[in-house]
């Protein structure tokens, strides 16, 4: 995984850790402000979580997407705040819980980045036109290395105080995480549904 502070205070001893999800980038979170220290794991080429929590007082878990399953398996022994989920859930690739393992094998076969983006940005893809990505076969391989990693330690358990969902997703199943969670909190959005946000404190 790579890492990298989006926000940095000082002045605060409050971090907000955010796993993105499958493709994220640091560019894809730009609109979002925040008067606390914030920190995005992404690139999931690895995962090697090497950061010292210790130097914050209190700390936000923030997980999107494929970064909620991650997030449940790598962060689970650290003393947490507030954990908020995003559009996924902590068995993604699965029959009832996620992305059935057909489907997800499939678009790992026939993987296309014009493709991804049209489903994770919807109608919103004329304000990501700054967004970055890998290149496809980048991509590829990171998605096979999320499909290794989330089907590892399946049922190992962690819960979320707020869970969210778009109802306008392409990508995660909205049954999924009802299933998994019960009643999120419903976004007019799609998947990516940050920019239904202007503040990470507003998550």
Same mark, same amino acid.
């Not at 001893?13 to 493709?23: E, K, N, P, T, Y």
């Given at each position: 995984m790579k890492k990298i502070f989006l926000h940095q205070n000082a002045d605060s001893g409050d971090l907000i850790v955010v796993f993105g999800g499958f493709a994220s980038h640091p560019s894809h979170f730009s609109h979002l402000k925040s008067q606390k220290n914030v920190l995005l794991f992404f690139d999931y080429e690895d995962f090697s979580l090497e950061f010292d929590f210790k130097a914050f007082e209190n700390i936000t878990l923030i997980a999107f997407s494929m970064g909620v399953c991650v997030a449940s398996k790598m962060m689970r022994s650290l003393p947490l705040g507030a954990k908020i989920? $995003?559009?996924?859930?902590? !068995?993604?690739? =699965?029959?009832?819980?996620?992305?059935?393992?057909?489907i997800f094998r499939k678009n790992l076969e026939n993987f296309s980045l014009k493709a991804f983006k049209k489903s994770l940005l919807a109608e919103r893809e004329k304000l990501a036109q700054d967004f970055e990505f890998k290149d496809e076969a980048g991509l590829k391989k990171e998605l096979g290395n999320l499909? =290794?990693?989330? !089907?590892?330690?399946?049922? $190992?358990?962690f819960e979320w105080d707020r869970v969210y969902a778009s109802a306008h997703d392409e990508i995660f199943p909205t049954k999924a995480i009802k299933k998994s969670f019960g009643a999120p909190i419903f976004l007019n959005e799609p998947h990516f549904a940050f920019f239904a946000f202007d503040f990470w404190e507003e998550l």
């Amino acid at each position: 995984m790579k890492k990298i502070f989006l926000h940095q205070n000082a002045d605060s001893g409050d971090l907000i850790v955010v796993f993105g999800g499958f493709a994220s980038h640091p560019s894809h979170f730009s609109h979002l402000k925040s008067q606390k220290n914030v920190l995005l794991f992404f690139d999931y080429e690895d995962f090697s979580l090497e950061f010292d929590f210790k130097a914050f007082e209190n700390i936000t878990l923030i997980a999107f997407s494929m970064g909620v399953c991650v997030a449940s398996k790598m962060m689970r022994s650290l003393p947490l705040g507030a954990k908020i989920a $995003l559009n996924g859930t902590n !068995q993604p690739i =699965d029959r009832n819980l996620g992305i059935h393992p057909g489907i997800f094998r499939k678009n790992l076969e026939n993987f296309s980045l014009k493709a991804f983006k049209k489903s994770l940005l919807a109608e919103r893809e004329k304000l990501a036109q700054d967004f970055e990505f890998k290149d496809e076969a980048g991509l590829k391989k990171e998605l096979g290395n999320l499909l =290794d990693f989330c !089907q590892k330690e399946r049922h $190992l358990a962690f819960e979320w105080d707020r869970v969210y969902a778009s109802a306008h997703d392409e990508i995660f199943p909205t049954k999924a995480i009802k299933k998994s969670f019960g009643a999120p909190i419903f976004l007019n959005e799609p998947h990516f549904a940050f920019f239904a946000f202007d503040f990470w404190e507003e998550l």
